[in-house]
């Protein structure tokens, strides 16, 4: 069936380093992408999607490009502060809105 | 921003028994979606329900069931509890289906079940 592949294991990195989570996806079709965010005692946010190749989303400083030809969408922001710390999930969807994640990166960013 | 409310916070049961989460969506929202998110996981679709009937089911036994109210609330049902079945609970909200993926759902901040 469809599926998402993330990186394993927690990513830790110091305040104002580059942040990359990757993220592979089998799918029959063509799916929409997404990163959602979950910070503590909180739900999960939408962070960014892409809905067709070559597609780039972003936002709050994240991007993620739809490369269809790697069936990827790695997540990447420049430079994290200490408030991204968060767990962070790759998603996707074949236009029905239901939504298959990965298993999740939890990302500490040290001050 | 999100408005999307879940009862209760937290939930302690044994094994068999049964339990009811609930779920009130955002305001204008008529579709909800229930997922299952174990520990160290991330979530997985149940089912969703659109005006009242259910759209669509994940991988999920019988023993999973659902009800959404005239006012688009939800409640999720689960029977003959198995310690599998422990984790955080999740319900989305969205407004409409049409659009493909291009609605935005928003999420509540889950009920947490432990089965003993």
């Known amino acids: 069936g469809d599926s998402v592949t993330q990186m394993e294991g927690p990513v830790t990195l110091s305040e104002e380093a580059f942040l990359t989570i990757n993220c592979t996806y089998t799918a029959t079709g063509y799916p929409s992408l997404f990163w959602y965010v979950q910070y503590p005692g909180e739900g999960l946010q939408l962070l960014l999607k892409?809905?067709?190749?070559?597609d780039k989303g972003s936002n709050k400083g994240f991007e993620a490009t739809y490369r269809k030809e790697t069936t990827s969408f790695h997540l990447e922001k420049g430079s994290v502060q200490v408030s991204d710390s968060a767990v962070y999930f790759c998603a996707l969807s074949m236009g029905n809105n239901r939504l298959a994640f990965g298993k999740g990166n939890q990302v500490v960013v040290i001050p | 921003e999100t408005g999307v409310t879940q009862s209760p916070t937290h939930l302690i049961k044994t094994r068999g028994q049964q339990v009811t989460l609930r779920c009130s969506s955002q305001?204008?929202?008529?579709?909800v979606s229930w997922y299952q998110q174990a520990l160290g996981q991330g979530p997985q679709f149940i089912f969703q329900y659109y005006r009242e009937e259910e759209n669509g089911r994940g991988n999920f036994p019988p023993r999973f069931s659902g009800l959404q109210f005239p006012n688009y609330s939800s409640e999720l049902n689960v029977n003959a509890l198995e310690l599998d079945d422990s984790a955080l609970y999740l319900c989305a909200s969205m407004s409409g289906l049409a659009g493909g993926d291009d609605r935005k759902q928003f999420f509540g901040p889950g009920t947490r079940l432990t089965v003993l």
């Open positions: 305001s204008g929202h008529n579709t």
């Open positions: 892409a809905t067709k190749a070559d």
